[in-house]
């Protein structure tokens, strides 16, 4: 079946910057979108970033202008740049991918804390 692994999660500063990176094992089926998603401590999942299959990008309200998602269609990665971080963004991050069969694939999670 179809891995995904994530990294580059940790913890820094207000202000700090991260960049989170995720990766497929394999691809046996069409993408229709890849993103990532955070869940915050008695806080639902929510959508932070995703990226259609050719190109096209939506971003959470609370992370627009500062956080960026990219890939690399020949590394099976896609990332997710996260700057000028505040307190608020510090939460559970797990990456994405949505295929044309409708079946959804989960990263493991990589923590992100930002306090001062």
């Known amino acids: 079946q179809v891995q995904l692994v994530e990294s580059g999660g940790g913890s820094v500063q207000p202000g700090g910057s991260l960049r989170l990176s995720c990766v497929a094992s394999s691809m046996s089926f069409s993408i229709a979108s890849m993103g990532w998603y955070r869940q915050a401590p008695g806080k639902q999942r929510e959508a932070v970033a995703v990226?259609?299959?050719?190109?096209?990008?939506n971003y959470a309200d609370s992370v627009k202008g500062r956080f960026t998602i990219s890939r690399d269609n020949a590394k099976l990665t896609w990332y997710l740049q996260m700057d000028s971080l505040k307190p608020e963004d510090t939460a559970v991050y797990y990456c994405?991918?949505?295929?044309?069969?409708?079946?959804?694939?989960w990263g493991q999670g990589t923590q992100v804390t930002v306090s001062s």
């Open positions: 994405n991918l949505f295929a044309t069969d409708k079946n959804n694939y």
């Open positions: 990226m259609s299959r050719v190109g096209n990008t």
